[in-house]
């Protein structure tokens, strides 16, 4: 990272530091809970809910960081700087130079404006822009065309060219400005050599037409936020760059933006390896209001360090756990070593890939059964060694089997969970609509504004109780582990209540969804609250408990 | 008809009107006996007083779904000995890397004609194998008689 990028953001680390101090300040240090968007992504568009300049927010243990996606983020750090260009400094550009310049530089404005007066025709050239000739750029239908890229006989169609005069039809331009759209760069002309590049509010007419011709008459791209390039861009840049993180939950476009002490809590945790210090783990939300580790850009993983989920991970996907299933359960042919589990109750094996017949019990030939067969009963040291060890695993695989069994179920029901909320939101929106339709009173949003709060609920109280499992696998015997243990049941028992009432509400038996709804809402708001208590109070206990020596990790497992 | 097959079809019309001398391109038959436009091969000799003279080199082009608006592969036999093909016979070259300097508007006669380009005139700043570009760097006698005893192999008839 350059000096330069954290240029950018002085004036709100200052502000955020000022906000601080003030009382003022909404949110709480361990104010993970506390609510900036929706969880619906409709409702982020209005603009209550944008996000304020000048306010980071705050993650559990005091990260400084802002929540993103990407059309906010391009309206309000992107296209701000070039409405400052455009209504300020530069107003003898266009905004279609204006951004060309300002992605050739990075978005730095600073460096465009000096170069600009340092040397205007060097910048323009540099940018692949028309130096001493106006913008040709022509988008126009023509007849009777024969496109020199795809060799198609167009009798009509689309054409485009830049300034240079290069013209191939728009099926063409299409797909090449979609393939390109992956580096993230400036697109330049079709022809080799030739440097031009497609201003961006080209690329949305192109994009347009093509679209409408081929899907029916939408018009698919509605504002700049949304123009291709800008969001490759962005992309681009969000990837490239250490203080941002994507979302780590399927199908967000969310990310974080990580201000203040960037390399502090970056380094730090990354050096201090084995640290139980879960006080400094960053938890950051995205736009959507995922929670995710800024670290290992692992989902909320807390009462674990990051370090432990690696591990854990690296267990679940391990064969390692298949091979101590294999020595529990199998034995070796005696002959050729094949592993064979026994499937039946009779103990007069036959090898099935060397044809070996022996004993289950002896592992002896079995032609020395013929007469007696009992005469492999007779007790011996070794054998006895061998069957500890085979204990040994098996209690370490079921072990790990228990924990990973929760932990797994947990993951699944988080899935169902979201189906259920999924559809108490669609139905719940529907029954707005209707009453609005219907010009009744109309159910406030208000009104209904716990049920988000409660879906969140559940989802977090459900993630960090996950967690607790892979937390317990690795957590070494102590009095304060069986605590913890109950703290963990505490938890478990509220968020499958939270899960039931979520389910009685979609269940099938139930007519009035919505009478159900609000019949529930004290019962929803009580159980949300308890949730969100009793996860703070096993992440809380476990933090201090760490911290204190009193829970450690058991480094043998 | 697919987009790629248009223009492979007008491709193969402009190399068989005009193509430059010494040079050979040519579809690959499928195993009924039918053109598989997709798949050519193609002969790049070396350019007369450069190591790489009097022999034709063999490569083989793959032309994806997605041509022109990606590129073609381009390969010579693995094991070729250039610092900028890969172990495998993939050549790397600017023109062909659609990250870098690859438009759909360059034609078959452009992609041999900067292949034979290559030859001679290595790129530094994208080794693609070791022992040719290691030679290339440290050795250049052994790298001349390298490429020369390729160039027997390879020899023009």
């Known amino acids: 990272m350059s000096d330069d990028d954290s240029d950018i953001f002085f004036e709100y680390e200052y502000d955020q530091e000022d906000d601080l101090d003030e009382s003022s300040f909404c949110f709480s240090s361990d104010g993970e809970d506390d609510v900036m968007f929706d969880v619906d992504g409709e409702n982020s568009d209005t603009p209550q809910t944008k996000i304020s300049d000048t306010l980071a927010n705050v993650g559990a243990n005091g990260t400084l960081y802002y929540p993103w996606n990407v059309e906010q983020f391009i309206e309000n750090k992107l296209l701000a700087k070039l409405d400052k260009l455009a209504n300020g400094t530069l107003t003898a550009c266009s905004i279609d130079e204006l951004l060309i310049m300002l992605q050739v530089k990075g978005w730095q404005e600073d460096e465009v404006l000096n170069d600009y007066f340092d040397n205007r025709d060097k910048l323009y050239e540099a940018c692949g822009l028309p130096v001493g000739v106006p913008m040709r750029n022509t988008l126009k239908k023509i007849k009777n065309y024969s496109c020199f890229v795809c060799c198609e006989d167009y009798s009509e169609t689309y054409v485009y060219s830049l300034t240079c005069g290069h013209t191939y039809c728009i099926n063409c331009y299409y797909s090449y400005i979609s393939n390109e759209l992956a580096n993230g760069g400036p697109i330049t002309c079709i022809e080799p050599d030739c440097k031009y590049t497609i ?76 640290s139980v210090d879960i006080s400094k783990v960053p938890i950051v939300t995205c736009s959507e209001n995922h929670e995710f580790c800024f670290d290992c850009n692992y989902e909320n993983h807390l009462p674990c360090p990051c370090w432990i989920v690696k591990k854990w991970i690296k267990k679940c996907n391990d064969d390692s756990e298949t091979a101590n299933w294999i020595d529990a359960n199998t034995h070796g042919c005696p002959q050729c070593q094949s592993a064979i589990e026994k499937n039946g109750g009779c103990n007069h094996m036959t090898c099935k890939k060397c044809k070996f017949e022996f004993c289950w019990i002896c592992f002896e ?90 879906m969140r609920a559940l989802q977090n109280g459900r993630k960090a109780l996950k967690w607790t499992y892979c937390f317990a696998y690795y957590l070494g015997k102590s009095n304060f582990a069986t605590i913890f243990e109950g703290n963990q049941d505490f938890l478990n028992k509220t968020v499958e209540d939270l899960s039931e009432v979520f389910e009685q509400i979609m269940s099938k038996k139930n007519p009035d969804k919505v009478g159900m709804i609000l019949k529930n809402k004290t019962k929803l708001r009580n159980l949300s609250e308890l949730v969100n208590s009793r996860k703070n109070m096993l992440i809380n206990g476990a933090r201090a408990n760490l911290d204190d020596g009193l829970l450690w990790f058991d480094n043998e497992i | ?68 608006s990606k590129p073609p592969k381009v390969r010579f036999p693995a094991n070729f000995f ?27 006669k452009q992609i041999v004609l900067g292949v034979q380009d290559l030859l001679d005139t290595p790129n530094d700043e994208s080794p693609a194998q070791e022992p040719a570009y290691r030679a290339y760097k440290k050795d250049r006698a052994l790298y001349e008689k390298k490429v020369k005893e390729q160039a027997k192999k390879y020899a023009s008839a």
């Not at chain 1, 969310?254 to 084995?274: M, T």
């Not at chain 1, 259920?420 to 949003?445: F, H, P, V």
């Not at chain 2, 195993?31 to 490569?59: C, E, H, M």
């Open chain 1, 365 to 454: 030939d079995w032609k020395k059964h013929r007469n007696d067969y009992y005469s492999c009963n007779k007790y011996r040291n070794e054998r006895q060694e061998d069957e500890q060890r085979k204990n040994r695993s098996k209690q370490s695989l079921e072990r790990y089997l228990h924990f990973y069994k929760r932990f797994a179920i947990h993951e699944n029901s988080m899935k169902g969970d979201l189906k259920t909320m999924a559809q108490i939101d669609t139905y719940t929106r529907l029954y707005m609509e209707d009453l609005r339709d219907q010009g009744k009173k109309n159910l406030s949003w208000n009104d209904i504004q716990f049920l988000p709060t409660a």
């Open chain 2, 1 to 68: 008809m697919s987009l790629n097959q248009i223009r492979l079809q007008e491709e193969r019309k402009q190399w068989r009107k005009d193509h430059p001398f010494g040079f050979y391109a040519k579809p690959m038959k499928t195993a009924d006996g039918s053109l598989d436009l997709r798949q050519w091969t193609a002969g790049i000799p070396g350019k007369q007083n450069t190591l790489w003279a009097n022999a034709v080199y063999p490569i083989t082009i793959e032309f994806p779904e997605e041509y022109p």
């Open chain 2, 82 to 108: 250039h610092p900028n093909v890969y172990p495998s016979g993939t050549v790397c070259l600017s023109i062909l890397n659609e990250e870098q300097d690859w438009r759909p508007a360059i034609t078959l």
């Open chain 1, 199 to 274: 201003p961006y509010r080209d690329v949305t007419d192109i994009f347009d037409i093509v679209n409408k011709t081929n899907h029916g008459g939408v018009t698919t791209i509605k504002s700049m936020v949304e123009n291709p390039l800008l969001v490759a861009n962005t992309k681009a840049m969000i990837n490239s760059k250490r203080k941002y993180k994507w979302c780590p939950a399927t199908d967000c476009n969310g990310f974080a933006e990580l201000v203040g002490n960037v390399n502090d809590s970056v380094e730090s945790l990354s050096s201090a390896k084995e």
